[in-house]
């Protein structure tokens, strides 16, 4: 299947730990990247690779992965994090990218 | 600094057409891949078509294959997606993005798209 499956909401309470998952078979060939989108805005990438950060997103965001399930950690979330986020992936057998449906994030 | 501004959104009435453009600066925009992503109101992102620095390999989603046509122009820094037969399903932003569909290093594959323009807002009417 060609598609990447996200929970559609997901809240935390300030300075706590929030997961947020995606699903596909495409990630069992490679790695996703993540994107945090604020209304708006366009969308900033935030983790990439096994567990990469682009210069300027803070240490607190992390990506992990097992199987076909990639995750986005945000360790002591912040008022500022709340966002839309976006797991972004390539099937290996059409070379078509595709992303998430996008998980609202709360931050309470 | 990296730069990309997206122009050509507009209201276009349906079965109408459009061509839209991005403007890209701050890097060799030939050595890159480049991205077209939309994203309708109140919904999600959604991949439509990538091509290389060469213009010579491209990919379409099958959503849109047959009525989108992406485009490059390297002397002009310049990226391009032709849209035809506008539908109202058509309506969204449309972003011009610099992508690494094949990013690869010790631990493995993972696209990226790594600078996304500000968006073009397409309105279809009826």
């Known amino acids: 299947s060609s598609e990447l499956t996200q929970d559609p909401a997901v809240s935390v309470a300030l300075g706590q730990t929030v997961r947020i998952t995606c699903q596909g078979d495409?990630?069992?060939?490679?790695?996703a990247s993540w994107y945090q989108q604020k209304p708006g805005q366009a969308p900033v990438l935030v983790v990439f690779?096994?567990?990469n950060r682009p210069s300027g997103i803070p240490d607190r965001f992390s990506g992990s992965s097992s199987g076909s399930t990639a995750s986005l950690t945000i360790t002591g979330a912040q008022a500022e994090d709340e966002a839309e986020y976006y797991c972004?992936?390539?099937?290996?057998?059409?070379?078509?990218?595709?992303f998430g449906g996008g998980t609202k994030l709360t931050v309470l | 600094q990296v730069q990309l501004v997206e122009s050509g959104g507009g209201l276009v009435k349906s079965g109408g057409s459009l061509r839209l453009s991005c403007a890209a600066s701050?890097?060799?925009?030939?050595?890159?891949?480049m991205t077209w992503i939309r994203q309708a109101p109140g919904k999600g992102l959604e991949w439509l078509s990538y091509?290389?620095?060469?213009?010579?390999?491209?990919y379409y989603a099958d959503s849109v294959k047959g009525r989108f046509a992406i485009s490059r122009d390297n002397a002009r820094n310049s990226l391009y997606l032709q849209i035809n037969i506008l539908g109202a399903e058509d309506t969204a932003v449309y972003y011009c993005?610099?992508?690494?569909?094949?990013?690869?290093?010790?631990?493995?594959?993972?696209?990226?798209?790594?600078?996304w323009g500000q968006g073009t807002l397409v309105t279809v009417s009826s």
């Open positions: 993005a610099r992508s690494h569909p094949y990013y690869y290093d010790s631990d493995g594959y993972s696209p990226v798209v790594d600078y």
């Open positions: 701050g890097f060799a925009f030939s050595d890159f891949y």
């Open positions: 972004h992936s390539r099937d290996s057998s059409t070379n078509h990218l595709m």
């Open positions: 690779g096994k567990n």
């Open positions: 495409s990630l069992r060939s490679c790695y």
């Open positions: 091509i290389d620095g060469t213009g010579s390999t491209i």
